[in-house]
């Protein structure tokens, strides 16, 4: 099952996700929109109803202790949302090794999610700065995370 765009601001509004949190969601939307409609003009198949939903609710546990992007898959699956679950578990830089994007899908909502802020598209660049500025240390992280999503952008963009 796959929930609407309407269903999905629904749903983060009454899981208490932040405004500025919601701002990123829609961000992230728009950004794995444009690329998924790009892919579907190249004649890839992508399930543009799923890329809609899992890049409006990828963070829907953004405010929860541990893994943001474990736990909201877990929340996820509890509302029935598997595939939407599959993709928002993968989006995250600290869990890459364990669950790394695989399916078209996941590296569209994987890669959104690292050009997109609370409001705005940046750059793979821009947004790496603001994960050092806001999260700070971490360079290990950073640099396998920044790689890893410049590699995703070769295989999605630079086509």
Same mark, same amino acid.
């Given at each position: 099952?796959?929930?609407?765009?309407?269903?999905?601001?629904?749903?983060?509004?009454?899981?208490?996700?932040?405004?500025?949190?919601?701002?990123?969601?829609?961000?992230?939307?728009?950004a794995a929109v444009e690329i998924t409609d790009n892919l579907i003009r190249k004649g890839v198949k992508v399930n543009k109803d799923l890329i809609i939903?899992?890049?409006?609710?990828?963070?829907?546990?953004?405010?929860?202790?541990?893994?943001?992007?474990?736990? @909201?898959?877990?929340? %996820?699956? *509890?509302? !029935?949302?598997?595939?939407?679950?599959? #993709?928002? /578990?993968?989006?995250?830089?600290?869990?890459?090794?364990?669950?790394?994007?695989?399916?078209?899908?996941?590296?569209?909502?994987?890669?959104?999610?690292?050009?997109?802020?609370?409001?705005?598209?940046?750059?793979?660049?821009?947004?790496?700065?603001?994960?050092?500025?806001?999260?700070? @240390?971490?360079?290990? %992280?950073? *640099?396998? !995370?920044?790689?890893?999503?410049?590699? #995703?952008? /070769?295989?999605?963009?630079?086509?």
């Amino acid at each position: 099952m796959i929930p609407r765009e309407k269903e999905c601001l629904e749903i983060l509004k009454e899981n208490n996700v932040p405004e500025n949190v919601i701002a990123h969601s829609i961000a992230v939307k728009n950004a794995a929109v444009e690329i998924t409609d790009n892919l579907i003009r190249k004649g890839v198949k992508v399930n543009k109803d799923l890329i809609i939903a899992a890049a409006l609710l990828h963070d829907i546990a953004r405010i929860m202790h541990g893994s943001h992007a474990i736990e @909201g898959a877990k929340l %996820l699956e *509890k509302l !029935g949302f598997h595939e939407v679950a599959d #993709i928002a /578990k993968t989006h995250g830089l600290s869990n890459l090794e364990k669950f790394p994007p695989i399916t078209t899908e996941q590296k569209i909502i994987f890669y959104a999610d690292k050009v997109a802020t609370e409001n705005k598209r940046v750059t793979v660049e821009e947004r790496f700065d603001y994960f050092k500025k806001r999260y700070g @240390g971490r360079e290990e %992280l950073w *640099k396998k !995370g920044y790689d890893f999503t410049k590699k #995703i952008e /070769k295989e999605l963009i630079k086509q």
